[in-house]
């Protein structure tokens, strides 16, 4: 049971550049978000989807986009990366308002 | 908007001293949950509370909720290496807002 699995798990960038950080969890679970992690600032959601079909801003969403693909994937879009978003970033998912099961996290690094 | 504040941001102790971190909240919540991250590592649920005033434990651990469910606590008796990391609360309303977090070091 592999849980949440989120690629690339590394990622250098120049500014302006895009990727997608892609994500995938196979325990079945309807909701799915997106997290950034920055020293001294906890966890910020960055964006969110509580069933296949729907997504929802958060705290952070700009320089962002997301695709909930289908119940199983969610990917994190950076169209014109910028270093403000050097982070490491992390998938999560969990059952409607329970537990919430995290990536191992994408290291992300602009330059 | 809704707040979670955590304290301290960080704490060193020597092994076998007791650790506590406190988590407020501007608003009220419906539950609040813990979770601790290692070096390196990914968070990783500890437990969720729910009643006003309720007390769970953990083998060391310790959670209490607030009876305004508007604050927390984590105390962990007798620290080991082990415990090492950044615990985590988060509370919930209509979306689940994490704390800032506090880093736990253990002295051997």
């Known amino acids: 049971n592999a849980g949440v699995t989120q690629t690339p798990k590394f990622q250098v960038l120049k500014t302006g550049q895009s990727m997608t950080l892609q994500c995938a969890q196979d325990?079945?679970?309807?909701?799915m978000y997106w997290y950034r992690q920055d020293p001294g600032m906890g966890l910020r959601l960055i964006y969110y989807?509580?069933?296949?079909?729907?997504?929802d801003k958060g705290e952070v969403p700009n320089g962002y986009n997301v695709s909930r693909l289908n119940k199983r994937e969610f990917s994190l879009r950076l169209e014109s990366a910028a270093p403000s978003q050097t982070s490491v970033y992390f998938c999560?998912?969990?059952?409607?308002?329970?537990?919430?099961?995290f990536g191992e996290g994408s290291w992300l690094t602009v330059v | 908007g809704q707040q979670v504040m955590q304290i301290p941001q960080y704490q060193h102790v020597q092994e076998g001293e007791d650790f506590t971190t406190y988590c407020n909240s501007s608003?009220?919540?419906?539950?609040i949950q813990w979770y601790k991250q290692r070096p390196g590592g990914h968070p990783v649920f500890l437990i969720q509370?729910?009643?006003?005033?309720e007390v769970k434990k953990q083998k060391r651990l310790t959670f209490q909720f607030g009876e305004a469910k508007k604050n927390s606590s984590l105390h962990i008796t007798a620290t080991q290496t082990t415990d090492v990391g950044t615990y985590f609360c988060?509370?919930?309303?209509?979306?689940?807002?994490f704390g800032t977090g506090t880093r736990l070091q253990v002295f051997p």
């Open positions: 999560a998912s969990s059952l409607q308002g329970n537990t919430i099961y």
């Open positions: 325990m079945n679970h309807n909701s």
């Open positions: 989807s509580a069933s296949e079909g729907t997504t």
């Open positions: 608003t009220t919540l419906s539950n």
């Open positions: 509370l729910v009643k006003s005033g």
């Open positions: 988060a509370g919930r309303t209509d979306k689940l807002i």
